[in-house]
């Protein structure tokens, strides 16, 4: 996923592109961002949820399938 963030400060918008081998498979405009740092307790997970779930599943759901590649490029 690509962020193109509104500009500097804490809490702003911008918008969100999807990328799937590299190319774009969708876009969103994201009003406002957390204003606030992450907790550690709450992990980065690819492919499960180890912590609280971001939707409306169990929170022991894993992805059955293969994750190749996840590329993470801080900007």
Known sequence: MDFAYDGKGRGK???ATLR???RSAGQARIERTVPA???IS???DVG???QSPV?????????????DNV???LR
């Open 37 to 39: 740092l992450f907790s």
């Open 13 to 15: 918008g911008g918008v």
């Open 71 to 73: 590329t993470i490029d």
């Open 20 to 22: 799937v081998n590299g």
């Open 55 to 67: 939707g409306d599943y169990s929170r022991d759901y894993r992805f059955a399938g293969e994750i």
């Open 48 to 50: 499960t949820d180890s």
């Open 42 to 44: 709450e992990p980065f």
